[in-house]
C-alpha cells in the first residue's frame, strides 16, 4: 500500500451506554495503524458521555488524532455525520455505530482493497456484515418469513438477506452497488464500507434531517462513481429493541417514501420505471399494513391510472397475503409438532 494512508473513523454515539465500550474498543482492536478517531455524543441522556470519557487516554494513545465532542442538544445523526467529514484528515473515511462492531480486520482489509484498484471511478469498497444480539451472539433471518430465527439454518449476513429479497445477484461486479440495484432499496450494510473522504466532499455527504441517509448516500454516489465488493466479513450490525429501525419505523418507512419520489425523474431517465414501481408499490404497503389506510389511500389514488404501478402493487399485495400465511402455517406446523 501507498505508505497506509490515514484512515479517519467516526463513532455517532446516542444512548448507547450498554454498547458504546465495545465499538470504541473494536476500532482500538484494528491491525491497521494509521487511524484518527472522531466521536460525537449526540446529547445522550444515559450514560455514554461518562463511558466515553472513560476512553480518552487509551485513544489519544492509540491513534495519529482523537477528538470528541459532547453536544448539549440533539442535532441529528445527519448533522453528527456532515460535522464529522468536516474534521476528517483521512484520505479514506469510514463509520462505525455506537452499538456495532469492527472485525479487527475492517480497515485493513477495505483500504487494501481500493488502494491495490486502479480504477478512479471506484468511490468505496465494501465488506460483509453479519447480525448479532444485544449479546453479541450471532443470529439468524428467514428469508421466507423475514424473522429471526433460533437455529443456524437462516442468513445471518446482512448483504446477502437484503439481496436474497430482492434478487440481486451482489457478487456480481456490474450489479454490485449500481443504481439499478439501489433503486430497489438499501441492501448495503451501514458500518461495512470504506469510502473515499473525496468523493463525500464532491456529492455534498448527507442531507440534513433525513433518516434515510445511508440509502441516499448510496444513490448519490451510484451515480457518478462505482462500488467494489470484498467477500469477507468486516462489520458486526447489532439487532437490538432499541435500533433506529425499532424505534422509529414508521419515520425510516415514509423517509424512504419521499427519497424515492424525489429519485423518480432520474430513474425514468434510465427507464427503471419499473423497478421504481416495484419498489413504490411496497413502500406504500408497508403504510398500508402497519401505519395509515389514509396516507396509503392518497398515494395509491395520486397514481391510480399508472398500469405498471397498479400491476406491482396488486402482485405484492397479493405476494404478503402468502408469505403471511404461509408463515401462520409454519407456526403452526412447529406448533404441533411440539405436542
Same mark, same amino acid.
Given at each position: 500500500?501507498? @505508505?497506509?494512508?490515514? #484512515?479517519? %473513523?467516526?463513532?455517532?454515539?446516542?444512548?448507547?451506554?450498554?454498547?458504546?465500550?465495545?465499538?470504541?474498543?473494536? #476500532?482500538?482492536?484494528?491491525?491497521?495503524?494509521?487511524?484518527?478517531?472522531?466521536?460525537?455524543?449526540?446529547?445522550?441522556?444515559?450514560?455514554?458521555?461518562?463511558?466515553?470519557?472513560?476512553?480518552?487516554?487509551?485513544?489519544? @494513545?492509540?491513534?495519529?488524532?482523537?477528538?470528541? *465532542?459532547?453536544?448539549?442538544?440533539?442535532?441529528?445523526?445527519?448533522?453528527?455525520?456532515?460535522?464529522?467529514?468536516?474534521?476528517?484528515?483521512?484520505?479514506?473515511?469510514?463509520? @462505525?455505530?455506537?452499538?456495532?462492531?469492527?472485525?479487527?480486520?475492517?480497515?485493513?482489509?477495505? %483500504?487494501?482493497?481500493?488502494?491495490?484498484?486502479?480504477?478512479? @471511478?471506484?468511490?468505496?469498497?465494501?465488506?460483509?456484515?453479519?447480525?448479532?444480539?444485544?449479546?453479541?451472539?450471532?443470529?439468524?433471518?428467514?428469508? !421466507?418469513?423475514?424473522?429471526?430465527?433460533?437455529?443456524?439454518?437462516?442468513?445471518?449476513?446482512?448483504?446477502? *438477506?437484503?439481496?436474497?429479497?430482492?434478487?440481486?445477484?451482489?457478487?456480481?461486479?456490474?450489479?454490485?452497488?449500481?443504481?439499478?440495484?439501489?433503486?430497489?432499496?438499501?441492501?448495503?450494510?451501514?458500518?461495512?464500507?470504506?469510502?473515499?473522504?473525496?468523493?463525500? $466532499?464532491?456529492?455534498?455527504?448527507?442531507?440534513?434531517?433525513?433518516?434515510?441517509?445511508?440509502?441516499?448516500?448510496?444513490?448519490?454516489?451510484?451515480?457518478?462513481?462505482?462500488?467494489?465488493?470484498?467477500?469477507?466479513?468486516?462489520?458486526?450490525? *447489532?439487532? $437490538?429493541?432499541?435500533?433506529? %429501525?425499532?424505534?422509529?419505523?414508521?419515520?425510516?418507512?415514509?423517509? $424512504?417514501?419521499?427519497?424515492?419520489?424525489?429519485?423518480?425523474?432520474?430513474?425514468?431517465?434510465?427507464?427503471?420505471?419499473?423497478?421504481?414501481?416495484?419498489?413504490?408499490?411496497?413502500?406504500?404497503?408497508?403504510?398500508?399494513? $402497519?401505519?395509515?389506510?389514509?396516507?396509503?389511500?392518497?398515494?395509491?389514488?395520486?397514481?391510480?391510472?399508472?398500469? %405498471?404501478?397498479?400491476?406491482?402493487?396488486?402482485?405484492?399485495?397479493?405476494? *404478503?397475503?402468502?408469505?403471511?400465511?404461509?408463515?401462520?402455517?409454519?407456526?403452526?406446523? !412447529?406448533?404441533?409438532?411440539?405436542?
Amino acid at each position: 500500500m501507498n @505508505n497506509f494512508p490515514l #484512515v479517519s %473513523v467516526f463513532i455517532p454515539a446516542y444512548n448507547h451506554e450498554k454498547y458504546i465500550a465495545d465499538s470504541i474498543e473494536s #476500532v482500538i482492536n484494528q491491525t491497521y495503524k494509521n487511524i484518527e478517531l472522531l466521536i460525537i455524543n449526540d446529547a445522550s441522556t444515559d450514560n455514554t458521555n461518562q463511558i466515553i470519557l472513560k476512553y480518552i487516554d487509551e485513544c489519544r @494513545n492509540r491513534f495519529i488524532r482523537f477528538e470528541y *465532542r459532547n453536544n448539549t442538544e440533539n442535532k441529528g445523526i445527519t448533522n453528527s455525520m456532515n460535522e464529522s467529514v468536516k474534521w476528517a484528515r483521512g484520505k479514506y473515511f469510514t463509520a @462505525n455505530a455506537s452499538d456495532d462492531i469492527m472485525m479487527p480486520c475492517k480497515i485493513k482489509v477495505l %483500504v487494501e482493497a481500493l488502494e491495490n484498484n486502479k480504477d478512479d @471511478n471506484i468511490s468505496v469498497a465494501f465488506g460483509e456484515a453479519s447480525y448479532i444480539n444485544e449479546s453479541g451472539e450471532n443470529i439468524y433471518f428467514d428469508i !421466507k418469513t423475514g424473522k429471526l430465527i433460533d437455529d443456524n439454518i437462516g442468513v445471518n449476513n446482512l448483504i446477502e *438477506r437484503y439481496s436474497l429479497m430482492r434478487n440481486i445477484n451482489y457478487k456480481d461486479s456490474r450489479i454490485f452497488g449500481s443504481y439499478d440495484s439501489l433503486i430497489n432499496g438499501d441492501y448495503l450494510p451501514p458500518g461495512g464500507y470504506m469510502l473515499k473522504t473525496k468523493m463525500l $466532499h464532491k456529492i455534498s455527504a448527507w442531507t440534513d434531517g433525513n433518516t434515510a441517509e445511508d440509502w441516499e448516500l448510496w444513490l448519490k454516489l451510484s451515480k457518478i462513481s462505482k462500488f467494489i465488493y470484498i467477500d469477507k466479513v468486516v462489520y458486526l450490525y *447489532r439487532i $437490538h429493541s432499541t435500533n433506529t %429501525v425499532n424505534v422509529n419505523h414508521k419515520g425510516l418507512v415514509y423517509s $424512504h417514501l419521499n427519497l424515492l419520489k424525489r429519485e423518480k425523474e432520474y430513474a425514468f431517465k434510465l427507464g427503471k420505471e419499473k423497478i421504481y414501481w416495484n419498489n413504490f408499490s411496497n413502500i406504500v404497503l408497508t403504510i398500508l399494513f $402497519h401505519f395509515s389506510l389514509s396516507d396509503a389511500i392518497k398515494e395509491i389514488f395520486e397514481n391510480l391510472y399508472n398500469f %405498471v404501478f397498479l400491476n406491482n402493487l396488486v402482485f405484492n399485495f397479493f405476494k *404478503r397475503i402468502y408469505d403471511k400465511i404461509f408463515r401462520l402455517s409454519s407456526y403452526i406446523v !412447529k406448533y404441533l409438532k411440539r405436542i
